[in-house]
């Protein structure tokens, strides 16, 4: 089991929409829970930070977290193009100094 | 102000040479990181160092060789590059473990 799985996408939704990004991790223990976003040819941006359970909202974005159920998502409301990316979840995994990445969910928003 | 910044951005070397990628970081933080992100995107992470030390050394072939001189910097010296090693190397850092912020990153092609 990898232990960050994302929903493999890619993922279109139109403008305005709403854009749902799941991700799932293996470590019961796992305290804390980033979303990033890369755009093509360049670096990670991180956008979103959740350590306690239930929703964090950050203008458009909100990220869920459950712990219970090992699981992170992130909504993107009123979806813009210039939030075609691709949205990396990552979580620290057994060390707090580590982070391990899913394999990311590539967004595309459709004028 | 550039806050993580990487030399070169581009490399572009034939197999069987050594060559060296540098980064600096002038946001304070004690630890520093080098990720691997391959062809499909997936990030990987290599080394980590906290305050000039070694603390995450992932499976890696010992001719990577990361090193230190002070907190500030770290760069990742690599011998008898292979195709294999050609990707998208990115540095890393963090104040305490918890939000890591990437450098623009150093695409190496190995021919």
């Known amino acids: 089991q990898k232990e960050v799985e994302q929903n493999s996408g890619p993922l279109s939704v139109p403008e305005g929409a709403i854009a749902s990004l799941n991700c799932t991790y293996s470590?019961?223990?796992?305290?804390?829970f980033f979303w990033y976003r890369q755009y093509s040819g360049k670096s990670p941006e991180l956008i979103m930070s959740i350590y306690s359970n239930g929703d964090k909202e950050d203008g458009r974005f909100t990220a869920q977290l459950n712990k219970a159920s090992q699981y992170v998502s992130l909504l993107i409301r009123d979806s813009q193009p210039s939030d075609s990316a691709t949205y990396l979840c990552?979580?620290?995994?057994?060390?707090?100094?580590?982070?391990?990445f899913g394999a990311g969910t590539t967004v595309t928003v459709r004028a | 102000d550039t806050a993580v910044s990487q030399t070169p951005k581009y490399l572009v070397t034939q197999m069987g040479n050594d060559k060296s990628i540098k980064c600096e970081q002038n946001l304070g933080h004690d630890t520093m990181y080098w990720y691997k992100q391959d062809s499909k995107k997936f990030l990987k992470i290599m080394f980590s160092y906290n305050n000039k030390e070694l603390i995450i050394n992932e499976t890696v072939p010992n001719r990577f060789s990361p090193k230190s001189p002070d907190k500030a910097h770290l760069n990742l010296h690599i011998n008898s590059l292979e195709l294999g090693d050609s990707a998208v190397y990115f540095c890393a850092s963090t104040p305490g473990g918890y939000e890591q912020y990437f450098g623009p990153g150093t695409r190496l092609t190995v021919t």
């Open positions: 470590d019961r223990v796992s305290q804390s």
């Open positions: 990552a979580v620290n995994i057994f060390n707090d100094y580590k982070l391990s």
